[in-house]
T-cell receptor, first 108, second 116 residues
Framework: QKEVEQNSGPLSVPEGAIASLNCTYS??????FFWYRQYSGKSPELIMS????GDKEDGRFTAQLNKASQYVSLLIRDSQPSDSATYLC????????FGIGTKLQVIP | DAGVIQSPRHEVTEMGQEVTLRCKPI?????LFWYRQTMMRGLELLIY????????DSGMPEDRFSAKMPNASFSTLKIQPSEPRDSAVYFC??????????????FGPGTRLTVL
């Protein structure tokens, strides 16, 4: 079983809607969590990091962390076609472990 | 800065051949990481270096894989002999610092390896 679990998707949302991406992790020692965006054929880029329980907002992006439930999520408000990409969840405990990624499709 | 540079961008080789992938990290970054990405297994850390010293190579799949960092501006990942199951995209990444509260890695464009 992979240590960081994500639904591979695709997740399809209409333009302007909220996209909700979810991730669970198995290692309770994980200390920090990250969301990377990867466009098709490109390399991953960091978009959000979160270290404590609760919400963290950055523009249209909100990361949510619940350590008791071992759950991390990423909300994208007012989704745009340019948000169409694969979103990788990652957890850090001694090293960074990535999930398989969720493919998001924003339909115009 | 030009970012992390990797070469070649694409490599097609035959089973049994030696493959060498190259990486130049961002100047001043003390940490260098090699990852492999496949559809089935996602992005996996193979090895990482700190100040040119290998710190964790537990992700290296087997002895056919080796990595070196002879200086702060250059690293290689070698596969000898290569096998079809090694086909993947190999990413190099670098980071200025590394730890639980700061983990921004900058990824290179990747090398798409196909082993026939």
């Amino acid at each position: 079983q992979k240590e960081v679990e994500q639904n591979s998707g695709p997740l399809s949302v209409p333009e302007g809607a909220i996209a909700s991406l979810n991730c669970t992790y198995s290692d309770r020692g994980s200390q920090s969590f990250f969301w990377y965006r990867q466009y098709s054929g490109k390399s991953p880029e960091l978009i959000m990091s979160i270290y404590s329980n609760g919400d963290k907002e950055d523009g249209r992006f909100t990361a949510q962390l619940n350590k008791a439930s071992q759950y991390v999520s990423l909300l994208i408000r007012d989704s745009q076609p340019s948000d169409s990409a694969t979103y990788l969840c990652a957890a850090f405990y001694q090293k960074v472990t990535f999930g398989i990624g969720t493919k998001l499709q924003v339909i115009p | 800065d030009a970012g992390v540079i990797q070469s070649p961008r694409h490599e097609v080789t035959e089973m049994g051949q030696e493959v060498t992938l190259r990486c130049k990290p961002i100047s001043g970054h003390d940490y260098l990481f090699w990852y492999r990405q496949t559809m089935m297994r996602g992005l996996e850390l193979l090895i990482y270096f700190n100040n040119n010293v290998p710190i964790d190579d537990s992700g290296m799949p087997e002895d056919r894989f080796s990595a070196k960092m002879p200086n702060a501006s250059f690293s290689t990942l070698k596969i000898q002999p290569s096998e079809p199951r090694d086909s993947a995209v190999y990413f190099c990444a670098s980071s200025l610092v590394w730890g639980s509260t700061y983990n921004e890695q900058f990824f290179g464009p990747g090398t798409r390896l196909t082993v026939l």
